[in-house]
């Protein structure tokens, strides 16, 4: 994109300059709940969810880590009270209502949000294999799965995908797992204990100078090569995005057992970080669906990689990156280091998400210590772009509370941060994190 065409953009959406000055950034969607048409129903959510919990044996036995949930990889939804009493006195804010976690940084098998999305594609990629070869029927008991004559069948078939780090580790971990070649192509900034991981299980790793794009387009290139390959691709694919959605049952469920209502006088704020945007678009369409405008979702992004809040506002979606406004898609958020956003993401999150917001890395280590110090909870730097949330909410969003209505409801709302990895860093590294001063 041409210096005269970002000159235009920066004119008619004000905040680009905002954000080519590294400021923090508070976008709100205008379109959201507007009426739209999805590509696909709730329905193939609901297919997801039981095509899981068939697999549910078979993970119970390839991975004794789930026994405790019975094969069902899935996380808790806790009240984080010190959090919030530390953040309201840090910054001199009152954050109305209750502040919660999704803990998805202590989901067994792959310790991050990626787990359900990549897991359940490369699952239903098995079953589907399986199924076509007369080796499997939908009424047998998946356990079988871990017999070495069907590691031997898998082992034929390749899988590729391109990543920053935790897909590709959700990928690898179930792939060869359950036998398949497994490729993970690696962009510059992923850590280097996740390479290493993932080689410790027998996957091959291909490591890239450039970022993210790169490593998608030859995890692409190498499954266009081989009728046996199957590309997981993070950008586009409807599988991911339905794993994800998952969630978004599984949380209403949570809810109803915690007794937390969601309706006009019970507003759920919800705060999630965000990459490419697979993640978190899987995980608000589905919220949405089942919530309609008594949920509000806003993403998190770091401020040197705001991919998805500039291809939202701006409406270009994928046509635009963060370099083409001078950004450097550099942040110790290696989940979150993307310079352009999925088109397929984005076009269904223009009536869904409620907004966007930067932050910056000097926070996520902040609150990467303070939520350790307080809650005892440890997630990765990329996980509290989500914690930043509240507080962008409360010191910037007062004309969208006004304008939705929200005010006289704030203090029964909820508001619901969703964590995204930690449970799978090396404990070296958690103390380094630990004593990081951005």
Known sequence: MNNKNIAALSEQFPLIHQLQKGNYVFWTNNHVNESQSFPFPIDIVYEAEARLQRFSSYIKVAFPETQFSNGIIESDIKEIEAMK?????????TIPGKLLLKCDHALPISGSVKARGGIYEILKHAETLAIDHGLLTM????????????????????IAVGSTGNLGLSIGVMSAKLGFQVTVHMSADAKEWKKQLLRDVGVTVIEYEADYSEAVKQGRLESMQNENCHFVDDENSIDLFVGYAVAALRVQKQLIEQKIRVDKEHPLFV?????????PGGISYGLKQLFGEHVHIFLGEPIQSPCMLLGMMTGLHDKIDVSDIGLTNETEADGLAVGRASKFVGNIMETVISGCYTVDDAFLFRSLKAMYEQENIFMEPSAHAGVFGPIQLICEGASYIEEHGLAPYLNNAHHLIWSTGGNMVPQVLRQQYLLTEK
């Open 85 to 93: 009493k530390l953040i309201e006195g840090r910054r001199a804010i």
């Open 139 to 158: 009424q047998d008991d998946y356990k079988k799965l871990h017999d070495e004559k069907f590691k031997q069948f898998f082992s034929q078939y390749k």
């Open 271 to 279: 705060y999630i970080p965000c990459g490419v945007g697979g993640a």
